[in-house]
């Protein structure tokens, strides 16, 4: 089975460009999660949905940050204008969540971001 | 909201010792404990979870254990060997209905030497 397909793995841009981050969840799992993850602040929860709807953006760092999830196989995450400070690796994961009981979460390889 | 407490940072063993892991959790309402192994350059890989209504699980060499009376689990390695070297996160679901809202902790820096 296909697992969680982040692209691209790598971005390499200049300060003030736009940056689009792309995520295909796994089949059939109806919540999806962005992460972002750096030395000083570990794995932080950016935003969530759950059947596509925006549950909880409340970690977006700034308005510069948005994401959107048209269907359940493809989210975006987006960054514009981008800042060198917002140079990190940043996951994607789906879970099959239900209210009987909670699913793992798997995540994708990633996307590493450089903004020079 | 949840807060989850992850220790030590960063362990290293000799191969065939045992490592162990802990983490303390706030919320009293989760009740869903997942282990993840982050290798470099790839993302956290679910390689345990446990949930509430159990107080220890195994799988081969690593075993979890949970105290849901003072807000604890832990991840124990058994026979540790050369790849079991990686960074690993605990995490704690979110109490309510939160989607499968995972909070991790700070994450272990696991070395084992040859």
């Known amino acids: 089975d296909a697992g969680v397909i982040q692209s691209p793995r790598h971005e390499v841009t200049e300060m003030g460009q736009e940056v689009t981050l792309r995520c295909k969840p796994i089949?059939?799992?109806?919540?999806l999660f962005w992460y972002r993850q750096t030395m000083m602040r570990g794995l932080e929860l950016l935003i969530y949905f759950n059947n596509n709807v925006p549950i909880d953006d409340s970690g977006m760092p700034e308005d510069r940050f948005s994401a959107k999830m048209p269907n359940a196989s493809f989210s975006t995450l987006k960054i514009q204008p981008s800042e060198p400070r917002d140079s990190a690796v940043y996951f994607c994961a789906s879970s099959a969540f239900t209210v009987l009981s909670n699913q793992p979460q798997h995540f994708g390889d990633g996307t590493r971001l450089s903004i020079l | 909201g949840e807060n989850v407490e992850q220790h030590p940072s960063t362990l290293s063993v000799q191969e065939g010792d045992s490592a162990v892991i802990k983490c303390t959790y706030s919320d009293s309402a989760s009740n869903y404990f997942p282990w993840y192994k982050q290798e470099l350059g790839k993302g956290p890989q679910l390689i345990i979870d446990i949930r509430s209504n159990v107080g220890e699980k195994k799988d081969q060499r690593i075993a979890v254990t949970l105290n849901k009376t003072a807000k604890h689990f832990s991840l124990h390695i058994t026979e540790t060997q050369p790849e079991d070297s990686a960074v690993y996160f605990c995490?704690?679901?979110?109490?309510?209905?939160?989607?499968?809202?995972?909070?991790f902790g700070q994450g272990t820096i696991l070395t084992v030497h040859p």
């Open positions: 089949s059939g799992h109806n919540s």
């Open positions: 995490a704690a679901n979110a109490g309510g209905t939160s989607y499968g809202k995972l909070t």
